[in-house]
């Protein structure tokens, strides 16, 4: 264990994050020092950087970002010995773990649901300044307090294939799970980005009966196959709200979805995804996370067709297993490992611009992470 590690430090909206060392100090009892190897930047870190979400607006809270992360242990505090599942946890085994933590005495974790816990987003964002400082994905080191779970990830598995796991992909498996998928139903999914794909794939594997992907990049929609899309709807072709409606009601026989999901992030589409719904059907949004982002619809399109809007944050622990016992099966069955554009720490910033670039232009990389070398 180093005596110091790297962090690259957000200081505020619109400011380049400065890579800075801080002093590696013991886990103290029931934590775990996680030695980071890969950190992928999500959608949601775009909307922190970019100040969609109100996080780091006019300074004064300097942060490590990044939540989406896996690597192996450097040290174990007192009394943590084992993962969540009873195994006995040493150094240098590779692990994913869940990124936040709750609180334990609210009512949401009195009923068992820890995702709904009041502060559990709240614990993602902490000062790097107070030690033991390494409370974020991006840096070479994190701290796992001893109420985050962890797991220990199979020898089969890489660490490109488990760096989403403890955001994107546990992320999808839970929401499809809270919206009922249920066998032989269709799904229209918002989106290929990392949770779409992973939610094309987790939706073909719960018995989705025909899984249709709208995009805009022609490599996104090209994965979207690879990942078990049946249909894709291209945006570029189809430019018009209402003809990609007509398009989903085509391949539907007239019905339309029994399940929208949105991970795009904007609140732009929902209108549009609620249009593409059949009736008795749900719309999942997943990725609308950033406040003061508004849309208008008309109730009585819900009302009237008995179709419902599911919200979905965080995941309960187990999904955790659920998620490495999915990859695990299907590793051979999906591109789940196909690597995105790498960066070192010391081009975080570039990751940075490179990422968001693509995300108004499709121009720049689709999908970003950092290597941390270990």
Known sequence: MAEKGRAAIFTGVGEPMEIRQYPVVDPGRGQ?????????????????????????????????????????????????????????????????????????????????????????????????AEAPHFLGAYGDYYYVSRKQSILKVPDSLSDDMVAGVNCALCQVIHGLLEADLRFGETVVIQGAGGLGLYATSVAREMGAHKVIVVDGVAERLEMAKRMGADEIIDIRELTDARARTSRVMELTDGWGADLVVEVVGFPEVMPEGVRMMGR????????????????KEDPSILVGGNRSIIGVSLYPPIVLKRALDFLERRKDTYPVGDVPKKYPLEKINDAFSDADQFAKSKKGVTRASIDLGA
């Open 280 to 295: 008795g059907a749900r719309y999942l949004t997943l990725g609308n996370i950033s406040p003061k982002q508004y849309y």
């Open 32 to 128: 775990a020092l996680v030695r980071l190897s890969v950190s992928n930047i999500c959608g949601s870190d775009l909307h922190v950087w970019r100040g969609d979400t109100g996080i780091g607006r006019g300074g004064g809270l300097e942060m490590i970002l990044g939540h989406e992360m896996t690597g192996r242990i450097a040290k174990l505090g007192e009394g943590r010995t084992k993962d969540a599942l009873g195994r006995t946890l040493k150094e240098g085994d590779r692990v994913v773990f869940t990124y936040y933590s709750s609180c334990g005495h609210c009512l949401a974790c009195l009923r068992g649901d820890d995702n709904q816990c009041m502060t559990s987003l709240m614990t993602v964002y902490r000062p790097a």
